[in-house]
Nanobody
Framework: QVQLVESGGGLVQPGGSLRLSCTAS????????MGWYRQAPGKSREKVAL???????NYADSVKGRFTISRDNAKNAVYLQMSSLRPEDTAVYYC????????????????YGQGTQVTVSS
């Protein structure tokens, strides 16, 4: 089983930036694809950004041009650089990992860490 630990969340003003980090361990390989998800109060968990082991990326339309996903395979880590943050980006952010990039497109049934809270407010 994959274990995941997210960090880097916090309170930021609209227009600000944050960088989230996630480290994987356990039954994990650097060949796995990794992704970021978020869940706002009263809403379903949604995909934010995905990255394959080879570096191919996919973004939700709502974050394109503002968020950037990256990874460090040597550290079993994935990052999410968030810029031009908006109040609607407020959510708990989670990361996940899976051998299949395609599988990561659906948030259901994936392994997650405890999440990290991002609050965008003035």
């Amino acid at each position: 089983q994959v274990q995941l630990v997210e960090s880097g969340g916090g309170l930021v003003q609209p227009g600000g930036s944050l960088r989230l980090s996630c480290t994987a361990s356990g039954d994990f390989s650097s060949t796995y694809s990794m992704g970021w998800y978020r869940q706002a109060p009263g809403k379903s968990r949604e995909k934010v950004a995905l990255m394959s082991s080879g570096g191919s990326s996919n973004y939700a339309d709502s974050v394109k041009g503002r968020f950037t996903i990256s990874r460090d395979n040597a550290k079993n880590a994935v990052y999410l650089q968030m810029s031009s943050l908006r109040p609607e980006d407020t959510a708990v952010y989670y990361c996940s990992a899976h051998p299949s990039l395609t599988r990561l497109f659906s948030p259901d049934g994936l392994p997650y860490g405890q999440g990290t809270q991002v609050t965008v407010s003035s």
